[in-house]
T-cell receptor, first 117, second 112 residues
Framework: AQSVTQLGSHVSVSEGALVLLRCNYSSSVPPYLFWYVQYPNQGLQLLLKYTSAATLVKGINGFEAEFKKSETSFHLTKPSAHMSDAAEYFCAVSEVLKGGATNKLIFGTGTLLAVQP | SQTIHQWPATLVQPVGSPLSLECTVEGTSNPNLYWYRQAAGRGLQLLFYSVGIGQISSEVPQNLSASRPQDRQFILSSKKLLLSDSGFYLC???????????FGPGTRLTVT
């Protein structure tokens, strides 16, 4: 079974500083990986996805992530944090469900990002 | 464009009462549909998924059930709620195997 580990349940950065949120995956097949963001009491919004094309993936709101097979990692970064980036971030890996007709997302436990002024 | 709706947005129910949460998708046909639950301090857990009308698969045994009476409608139900059913329920849809999932705004359920 596939799994995702997010190191650091809480990360705090200063406004304008680099954001680095860590995600490591475990998969027996080439993975499809995703980063989602969740603002309080809202659904999840897709930031970016990796589906075996370019290893450096650019997403919305200035975020990007790099797929590193040798490290089984898919860390999320943003060069300069903004106050509006404060939210919870989830890394996920796609797993095909029995029957092969669809997939599910296996999520990490999330990282809560705080941005200090 | 496609949109996904969930209602109600919040719900407070006593233990032992029934439950019905509704999810509808607009702007697409024959989507794969999902119900996830997000409990406090934990990640998201897949509860049910559906690849077509009347086709429901359960990922974990529990006090809940799901139905898909129409192509773009997905309903989560319970006959008798437990305290442990409290959480944030998210509906999602996708077009295919390698596509990302799109999530609804969620329903906050508190069982008292």
């Amino acid at each position: 079974a596939q799994s995702v580990t997010q190191l650091g349940s809480h990360v705090s950065v200063s406004e304008g500083a680099l954001v680095l949120l860590r995600c490591n995956y475990s998969s027996s097949v080439p993975p499809y990986l995703f980063w989602y963001v969740q603002y309080p009491n809202q659904g999840l919004q897709l930031l970016l996805k990796y589906t075996s094309a370019a290893t450096l993936v650019k997403g919305i709101n200035g975020f990007e992530a790099e797929f590193k097979k040798s490290e089984t990692s898919f860390h999320l970064t943003k060069p300069s944090a903004h106050m509006s980036d404060a939210a919870e971030y989830f890394c996920a890996v796609s797993e095909v469900l029995k029957g092969g007709a669809t997939n599910k997302l296996i999520f990490g436990t999330g990282t809560l990002l705080a941005v200090q002024p | 464009s496609q949109t996904i709706h969930q209602w109600p947005a919040t719900l407070v129910q006593p233990v032992g009462s029934p439950l019905s949460l509704e999810c509808t998708v607009e702007g697409t046909s024959n989507p794969n549909l999902y119900w996830y639950r997000q409990a406090a301090g934990r990640g998201l857990q897949l509860l049910f998924y559906s690849v077509g009308i009347g086709q429901i698969s359960s990922e974990v045994p529990q006090n809940l059930s799901a139905s898909r009476p129409q192509d773009r409608q997905f309903i989560l139900s319970s006959k008798k709620l437990l305290l442990s059913d409290s959480g944030f329920y998210l509906c999602a849809w996708t077009r295919g195997l390698v596509e990302e999932q799109y999530f609804g705004p969620g329903t906050r359920l508190t069982v008292t």
